[in-house]
C-alpha cells in the first residue's frame, strides 16, 4: 500500500480536483485505490456522489473503530473506493490533540486498509496544525499544488521550514505547479525559478482551465467526461509522471 | 448483504433487452459503451497456477493475477513481451507471488479470448451508481464463427450499497437464472480450447485397492508412470524448460525402483530385462540433466563468486550452453531411435497384459497391501540402521549410499500411499523430504564440485582468459567446499528427526501391525 497525501496549507489551490482525478487514474491501471476525504467541506465526496456520512463520526478517525471501515463505498468506477467526509470532520484537530500518540492516529487508522488497497490518496484540507502533523505521518508520500505565485510560493516555504524544524523527511514532500495560467509571464518565470531552488518538483503541471471547473456540473472526474480535453491529458500526464518519479522510480 | 461479484449462467437465447427492460421498471438504468478485449490465459505445463487456484491472463499490454473463486485483481504488471520464464518478470510484487508457485517452468498460452461485454449502470437518485450489469460473451479469438463457448451475466455491487445489489439478485434469481463461478467458467473455457485443467501433474497420485495382486499393483504403479514418461517424450523437442526433462527422468527412475522394489511380482527374467533397458533409458539423458541443473543455478553460482571474478565465469557457461544445446539433440535423436521406440512399445504391451492364471512370482499373487507393509518397513529400517552408522563416522560415501536408500523409501511410501491413512503418510513421507532434501544438497555440492575441477581442464578461449575463469572456478570450488561443511554438519539433525522413537513407532504400527508377516 502507498499513501500519497495531496496536501497544502493553503486553499484553493486545487487539491480536491488533483486527488479526485488523480485517485481515477490510479484506479484505472487496475490496481484498488481509496481516496480519503478529510475536507469536511466534503467536495471530493460530492464530486463521487457519495453522500456525506461516516458511520463512526469524526470518532473513527481518531480510534479506528468498525464504523469507519464500514463507511467505504465504491465510486461509479472500477477499482476505485472512497472514504467519504462528515461534517464533523471539522473537530479532528481538537479530537486528535485530545488523546496519546496524537501525531500517528491517522496512520493507525489506515493501517486495515493495506490489505485491500494497493492506493491510498487523502484529499486534505487546509491545516498547519496536529492533523497536518497526522497527515505527514500517515502518508508515504506528500504531494504539494503550488499555484506560481508568490504567495503560494511563500507558504511552500513555510511548510518545508515546518517539516525539516519536526523532523519530518522533505525529500517525501513533493510539488506540482497548479491552476497555471500560461499567458501570464510571472507564472511562467515563477515556475522556472521554483523549479530550480526547490528539489522535488515535478516537471508536469495542470493548467488553469474551464474544463476542471466544470467538476462540479458533472460530479465526476475530468477523463470521465471530458477524455480528450487539455485537462484530462494534464492529470494524465501528472500521474505519469507520479508514478515515474515516485512509485517506480528507475 | 452482497458484496461479492455474482455470474450468472445465461440460457441460449436469451434476450439482453428483455432482462433490462424487465428491470427497468424497478431501477434507474443507464446503457455503457460496448466493450471488447482480447484476453490470454497462461499457465505452466504441469497447471501450478489452476493448482493453487489462480489465474495469469493478460489483456491489453497487462498482466493481471487473480484468484480462481474471485474477479479482483491481486496484481497486475505492465509488459511489452510476454514473459515465459519468472527471471522474465519485472520485479515487484507479481513476480514474487509467482515465484515459489512456477519456480523453474515456463509459461504458456493455454488459450486466446475474446471478451465482448455490455455493461450497464444501476443509479440511485443522487445518480450515483449503486450496482452494475455486464452481459459478457466469451470467445475463442481465432476462431470468430464459433458460437460463444460462455455468455453470462456479472451483477458486480458496489461497495456501501450493499441493499441493491441483494434485490437484484433476488430478482435475477427469480427470473430464473442460475449463479456460476469463476472455476466453472474457467473449466469451460478452456475444454472449449481443446485445454483440461489439472489434465497433466507429475505428482504420483495412485488408487489401489489394499486386496489387489501384487503384480496387478506393479503393472498400475508402473502404468502411471509410463504415462508421465510419454506425455513429456511428446513435447521434448520443444524444449520448453527444464522441468520436461526432469520429470520424465523421474519417471524412469521411479520406473527403475518400482522394477526392483516392487519384489517378486512379475517372472525374474521380465524383471531383468526391463530393469536393464530403463537403465539404458535413464542413461540416454543424463549429461542433458547435468548441465540443465549447472544453467540453473547460473545466478547462484555468480553470486558465490567475489565480485572481482564474476563476470570471469561467463566463459565457462558459455561453454557450457554449447555443450547444452549438443547434448539436447542427442538425447532427442535418442528418443527417437528404434531401439528406445522398442524399448517402450515392449513395456507398455507388457503392461497391458492379462494377468497370468497361475503365479509366475511368488509375490504376485499376494494382496498389495501385504507386500507394501513388507517393503516398506524394511527399507524404513534399512535407512535407521545406514543413517546411524554415519552419525559414528560421516563419510561421503555413505552419505551417497543413504540417499539412494531414502530414495527407494520415499518412492515405495508414494507408489503405496493409497492404502494407508493419508495424513499420517502425509507426514512421515514430509519429513523424509526433509531428510532427503539435505541429502541431495550435499550430493550436488559434490557433483557440482567433480564436474567444475573436470570441465576446468577442457576450457576452450585463449590462455589468458584461460587463466582467469580458472580462478574463479577455484574460488567456486572452495566455496561449494565450505558449504558442504554447513550442510554436513545439519545431517545429525536432520536425522535425529527422522529416526526419533515416535517416527520409529509409527512406522512400525503402520507396516509393521499387519496379520500376515513374513520376508519379502
Known amino acids: 500500500m502507498t499513501t500519497l497525501a495531496i496536501y497544502s496549507n493553503k486553499g484553493g489551490v486545487g487539491k480536491t480536483a488533483a486527488a479526485v482525478n488523480l485517485s481515477y487514474l490510479a484506479a484505472q491501471t487496475g490496481f484498488k485505490t481509496l481516496i480519503c476525504d478529510l475536507d469536511p467541506q466534503g467536495s471530493a465526496t460530492y464530486y463521487f456522489r457519495v453522500k456525506p456520512k461516516l458511520k463512526s463520526g469524526p470518532k473513527g478517525f481518531v480510534k479506528g473503530v468498525k464504523g469507519v471501515y464500514q463507511s467505504v463505498k465504491g465510486t461509479d468506477f472500477d477499482n476505485l473506493d472512497m472514504l467519504p467526509a462528515d461534517f464533523s470532520l471539522r473537530k479532528l484537530d481538537v479530537l486528535y490533540s485530545r488523546f496519546g500518540n496524537s501525531k500517528k492516529r491517522l496512520k493507525k487508522m489506515l493501517r486495515p486498509f493495506a490489505n485491500e488497497y494497493r492506493f491510498i490518496i487523502l484529499d486534505c484540507p487546509v491545516t498547519i496544525g496536529i492533523l497536518a502533523e497526522n497527515i505527514l505521518n500517515a502518508a508515504d508520500f506528500t504531494l504539494v499544488p503550488l499555484i506560481p505565485t508568490t504567495l503560494s510560493v511563500r507558504t511552500y516555504k513555510q511548510l518545508l521550514s515546518f517539516c525539516k524544524k519536526n523532523n519530518y523527511d522533505v525529500t517525501k514532500i513533493y510539488s506540482f505547479f497548479s491552476m497555471v495560467d500560461r499567458h501570464k509571464k510571472m507564472h511562467k518565470e515563477l515556475m522556472v525559478t521554483v523549479s530550480k531552488v526547490f528539489k522535488g518538483v515535478l516537471r508536469s503541471f495542470v493548467p488553469y482551465l474551464a474544463q476542471i471547473e466544470k467538476m462540479g456540473i458533472y460530479r465526476a472526474p475530468v477523463a470521465v467526461y471530458s477524455p480528450t480535453s487539455l485537462a484530462a491529458q494534464s492529470y494524465q500526464n501528472l500521474w505519469d509522471k507520479i508514478q515515474k518519479t515516485i512509485l517506480y522510480p528507475q | ?520
Open chain 2, 1 to 520: 448483504m452482497m458484496t461479492n461479484d455474482l455470474r450468472f449462467n445465461l440460457p441460449d437465447g436469451h434476450d439482453e433487452n428483455q432482462f433490462v427492460h424487465h428491470l427497468a421498471d424497478q431501477y434507474t438504468i443507464k446503457k455503457e459503451p460496448f466493450f471488447a478485449q482480447k484476453v490470454t490465459i497462461y499457465d505452466t505445463f504441469d497447471w501450478r497456477l489452476f493448482n493453487k487456484s489462480f489465474i495469469l491472463q493478460s489483456s491489453g499490454n497487462r498482466l493481471f493475477l487473480r484468484k480462481l473463486t474471485k474477479s479482483e485483481i491481486l496484481h497486475s504488471v505492465e509488459f511489452s513481451r510476454a514473459p515465459v520464464f519468472i527471471w522474465d518478470f519485472p520485479a515487484g510484487e507479481l513476480k514474487d507471488k509467482l515465484q515459489p508457485i512456477i519456480k523453474m517452468r515456463a509459461l504458456m498460452k493455454l488459450v486466446d479470448l475474446k471478451s465482448r461485454s455490455r455493461p450497464y449502470r444501476i443509479l440511485n437518485p443522487d445518480e450515483k451508481t449503486v450496482a452494475r450489469l455486464i452481459f459478457e460473451e466469451i470467445q475463442p479469438f481465432a476462431n470468430k464463427r464459433k458460437p460463444a463457448s460462455a455468455v453470462h451475466l456479472w451483477l458486480k455491487p458496489v461497495k456501501g450499497y450493499p441493499k441493491y445489489a441483494s434485490k437484484l439478485a433476488k430478482s435475477l434469481k427469480e427470473a430464473g437464472l442460475t449463479i456460476g463461478t469463476e472455476k466453472e467458467f474457467f473449466l469451460k473455457v478452456l475444454p472449449s480450447a481443446g485445454k483440461q485443467p489439472g489434465s497433466y501433474s507429475a505428482k504420483v497420485d495412485i488408487q489401489l485397492d489394499p486386496a489387489m495382486r501384487s503384480d496387478q499393483a506393479a503393472k498400475v504403479v508402473s502404468r502411471f508412470l509410463l504415462n508421465v514418461m510419454r506425455i513429456n517424450e511428446a513435447i521434448f523437442e520443444k524444449d520448453l524448460d527444464t522441468e520436461v526433462l526432469h520429470d520424465y527422468r523421474v519417471a524412469v527412475r521411479r520406473t527403475r525402483s518400482a522394477l526392483s522394489q516392487i519384489k517378486y511380482v512379475f517372472p525374474a527374467k521380465t524383471t531383468d530385462r526391463f530393469k536393464k533397458n530403463f537403465a539404458y533409458v535413464g542413461k540416454l539423458s543424463n549429461d542433458l540433466r547435468d548441465l540443465d541443473v549447472y544453467m540453473l543455478s547460473q545466478d547462484a553460482y555468480k553470486a558465490m563468486l567475489p565480485a572481482v571474478l564474476r563476470d570471469d565465469i561467463d566463459p565457462l557457461f558459455g561453454h557450457l550452453r554449447e555443450k547444452r544445446a549438443k547434448a539436447f539433440k542427442q538425447v532427442a535423436r535418442g528418443l527417437k531411435s528404434k531401439k528406445y521406440a522398442k524399448i517402450m512399445k515392449d513395456w507398455e504391451t507388457f503392461l497391458n497384459m492379462p494377468p497370468p492364471d497361475s503365479a509366475t512370482a511368488p509375490n504376485a499373487e499376494l494382496p498389495v497391501v501385504d507386500l507394501a507393509c513388507r517393503r516398506i518397513y524394511k527399507k524404513f529400517r534399512g535407512v535407521v540402521k545406514t543413517g546411524s552408522k554415519i552419525l559414528v563416522n560421516t563419510e561421503d560415501k555413505m552419505l551417497h549410499v543413504l540417499r539412494i536408500e531414502c530414495k527407494k523409501l520415499r518412492y515405495l511410501m508414494e507408489f503405496f500411499a493409497s492404502l494407508f491413512p493419508r495424513k499420517k503418510m502425509n507426514a512421515l513421507i514430509g519429513q523424509l523430504k526433509r531428510l532427503q532434501d539435505n541429502l541431495g544438497d550435499f550430493n550436488d555440492l559434490c557433483v557440482q564440485q567433480k564436474y567444475l575441477l573436470r570441465v576446468a581442464a577442457a576450457l576452450p578461449g585463449n590462455r589468458q582468459q584461460q587463466k582467469k575463469t580458472l580462478v574463479a572456478i577455484g574460488s567456486l570450488v572452495e566455496t561449494l567446499d565450505r558449504k558442504k561443511d554447513t550442510v554436513k554438519d545439519a545431517f545429525a539433525t536432520r536425522f535425529a528427526e527422522f529416526a526419533s522413537p515416535e517416527n520409529q513407532a509409527l512406522f512400525k504400527r503402520l507396516f509393521n501391525s499387519h496379520p500376515s508377516k513374513g520376508g519379502a
